[in-house]
């Protein structure tokens, strides 16, 4: 069957072949029958390690198990809402075809709830790549009815994706189009971090006398309407058709509201923020200053402004900071004898080394005038060397607050920080130059989809590094071999044969 | 009774080949361009402009062959012909998070220009081709027509004694051709070679000193325009019907 061209089917068919076509540029071999075959070695692999979990969640007490579920459920939804403002604010920015799509006779409200459909299916799949070979595992031990958790996402879908635009909006309406971008990153950064903060904050504040699970016990509870319309979906998988029905109902209802309501000030907002380009021509009145000399001077002026102006290092910086802080308070606390060293230096490490990673591939791989750069009157040698420069300084400065700090109470410790950190951040950002992976600058947020794994082995490098660090502030052997680790992952991925800076573009004959 | 030596072109390449997968996109070219002449280089889509000009700024190796700008060679001594060459595509390499005082600042100090002399012709060039008032707006609101002004005052504030011309005027509208014919005529009068690339055959007719027209990466055919009209025995035609004969022949040779 085919759909009417300009229908509502039709564009959702549209939009899901885009999300495919993104999924599969992801492989370096894009032929179908490989991509196809790697997914299903993936479902496999994660039908396999969901196995023993479904065990032990089928040994589990029926309290516990909707204590698990219910758990899992927000985590799932938060999960998805942040994927949906992000999915709309890119929609907002990187536009894609909603230009074309606005300038077509096609409905703005069949537009905006083609593009919500679609996403909603993109990111109950991306969420059910994790949650649905568990689902199917806890099915076979516990009965068919369990697959009711497939209406159940796709239900917590519709609701993300009206929360999301609803969210996406919001933030439009209150911070304008020149703010809405950053405040829209750090909201879903922080909804997707927020119960795994929420369950961190519960142990930090948990005491022997008063267990974490009694902390929460103890907060205010929800009227009993609510409740039972926040346990719809628990009750819903557990086989309660009604309550199914209900929260699937909950999740058309909004959604279709949301595509009312909202879809038309969505797109009002995507043509204001089409115009914003437009209206920052508008000069702004500032001293003119004399140039400087030297193409140096130059190269790293101009790398620094653009990692000022970039939108979405600041926000990745956070993210990596919000992830890693309750996770470095709880390896702290665990200590006998916890040192302030040891709270901030695997962090600093963490989160330098990420941005060094970052840093070096948005000045050395994303140049936006590659070819312009070829012209000019200076080596490649020169060039990579004022780049590596100027994210030196950036990265220099954070690392010299915490290390001042450090410094006045520890001397040695902030020594062995500021090592280890330079370690790090050199072999973060040799990776990304060793292992090449160029794309345009606005790109940054899905670099790391690059076949080459670069990400990966910007993390393994990361951890080694700072598990360094924290063994070595508390005098552990066992830092040594981190060390090693790292300094031989970075060997075996040195590059063969020698790199040039990726300047030269395909011909146009 | 002294006999001057002949003056060191601008430009010369004797012999330049480039092939992409086999097929030669330019072959055995020879092309020689003096000081202060306006060369307009004509071919069909895939005639292998881009690619001299991309061999001719350093983007490209060439398969054999010899380019040399005032005489130095490109290949053996690429900074120096990069020092006074400027390269200008069709699609302006900016960088969007950056205004144009700031890009033209990176590109004075990539050249190594005196920073009070590139700061007086940066001055200059923004007046001349109008964005003063946007100097310090950043490029990314501009239209394609401003980036392209952008991105020619970058290419002159070095004032190059070569200036490569890839398609500049593509997508430009009259006003702004206008003003950018202008400054490279200013330019050429001033001495400095340029070579530009274009299918907007009234450009080259209007403005070219010589033409030189390339087919399957041969020149085959290059002259004033009246002597190209001679070639063709049409004497009174437009550069388009001569042109279009030319290129005709060619294929048919």
């Known amino acids: ?509 | 009774m002294s006999v001057s030596a002949p003056p060191t072109p601008a430009l010369s390449i004797r012999g330049l080949c480039k092939s992409f997968d086999g097929k030669a996109a330019v072959d055995q070219l020879d092309l020689t361009v003096q000081p202060g002449e306006f060369y307009a280089l004509l071919g069909p889509n895939g005639a292998g402009k881009t690619t001299t000009i991309r061999m001719t700024a350093g983007l490209m190796l060439p398969d054999s062959g010899a380019i040399e700008v005032y005489g130095a060679d490109v290949l053996k001594d690429p900074t120096a012909t990069k020092r006074i060459t400027a390269w200008l595509p069709d699609e302006p390499a900016l960088y969007d998070k950056l205004d144009p005082m700031e890009y033209l600042e990176f590109v004075a100090g990539l050249w190594g220009v005196d920073p009070d002399v590139a700061m007086s012709r940066a001055r200059e060039l923004l007046e001349v081709l109008e964005l003063w008032p946007h100097r310090h707006a950043r490029c990314e609101g501009f239209s394609r027509g401003m980036k392209q002004k952008v991105a020619l005052a970058g290419a002159l504030i070095h004032d190059p004694m070569l200036l490569l011309l890839d398609e500049p005027l593509t997508g430009l509208d009259a006003a702004i051709a206008r003003q950018v014919k202008d400054l490279l005529t200013a330019r050429a009068r001033m001495g400095r070679a340029i070579i530009l690339t274009t299918h907007i055959l009234e450009v080259a007719e209007r403005l070219a000193d010589r033409i030189g027209i390339i087919n399957a990466g041969r020149l085959c055919a290059e002259g004033t325009l009246e002597e190209l009209r001679a070639r063709t025995g049409r004497a009174g035609d437009s550069l388009e019907d001569v042109f279009l004969d030319l290129t005709r022949r060619s294929v048919t040779a």
């Open chain 1, 1 to 509: 069957m085919t759909a009417r061209p300009g229908s509502f089917i039709w564009l959702v068919r549209h939009d899901l072949l885009l999300s495919w076509r993104r999924f599969s540029g992801r492989f370096a071999d894009r032929s179908l029958l490989r991509v196809m075959g790697i997914v299903a070695l993936g479902i496999t692999f994660m039908h396999v390690i969901s196995g023993p979990s479904a065990i032990i969640f089928a040994r589990k007490a029926t309290d516990t198990r909707q204590v698990i579920l219910g758990g899992a459920i927000l985590f799932i939804l938060l999960w998805q809402v942040s994927q949906a403002i992000s999915h709309f604010t890119r929609l907002l920015y990187s536009r894609g075809d909603l230009d074309l799509l606005l300038s077509s006779p096609i409905s703005p409200r069949v537009v905006v709830g083609a593009h919500a459909v679609a996403a909603t299916l993109e990111i109950t799949l991306v969420v059910g790549a994790f949650v649905f070979p568990m689902a199917n595992m806890i099915a076979f031990r516990m009965g068919w009815s369990w697959l009711a958790i497939y209406p159940a996402a796709l239900a917590s879908g519709m609701l993300a994706s009206a929360c999301g635009l609803a969210v996406t909006v919001g933030l439009f309406k209150v911070l304008g189009p020149a703010r809405t971008r950053m405040a829209a990153q750090i909201t879903a950064a922080l909804l997707a971090s927020a119960l795994i903060l929420g369950g961190q904050l519960a142990y930090l504040l948990s005491s022997p006398d008063r267990p974490a699970s009694a902390l929460i016990r103890s907060m205010p509870q929800a009227p009993d309407f609510m409740d039972w319309l926040i346990l719809a979906p628990v009750h819903g998988i557990a086989g309660d058709l009604g309550s199914l029905l209900l929260w699937m109902s909950l999740g058309s209802l909004t959604f279709a509201l949301a595509i009312i309501r909202l879809g038309p000030t969505f797109l009002k907002s995507a043509i204001q923020s089409g115009g914003l380009p437009a209206r920052q021509i508008v000069a702004r009145e500032k001293p003119e200053k004399p140039f400087r000399l030297g193409a140096g001077a130059a190269l790293r002026r101009k790398e620094l402004k653009l990692l000022g102006r970039d939108p979405w290092l600041f926000s990745r910086a956070l993210l990596q900071a919000l992830y890693l802080a309750p996770i470095c308070i709880v390896i702290w606390i665990s200590q006998d004898d916890p040192s302030l060293s040891l709270l901030v230096a695997p962090v600093l490490i963490m989160v330098l080394s990420h941005l060094a990673g970052i840093m070096a591939w948005l000045t050395v791989l994303s140049e936006d005038a590659p070819d312009f750069m070829t012209t000019a009157p200076v080596t490649a040698d020169q060039i990579l060397r004022s780049k590596l420069e100027a994210i030196a300084l950036p990265l220099g400065l954070i690392l010299l607050g915490p290390a001042l700090g450090l410094c006045w109470f520890e001397p040695w410790d902030a020594l062995l920080t500021v090592i280890f950190a330079i370690a790090a951040c050199v072999s973060t950002a040799l990776i990304n130059i060793w292992h090449p992976a160029p794309a345009k600058r606005e790109n940054a947020a899905s670099r790391h989809n690059a076949p080459k794994i670069v990400s990966l082995k910007e993390n393994i490098l990361a951890v080694c590094w700072a598990v360094a660090c924290g063994a070595a502030l508390t005098q552990e052997i066992f830092g040594a071999y981190a060390a090693a680790a790292a300094i031989f992952f970075l060997w075996i991925n040195r590059p063969r044969p020698l790199p040039a800076i990726p300047q030269q573009r395909q011909a146009r004959a």
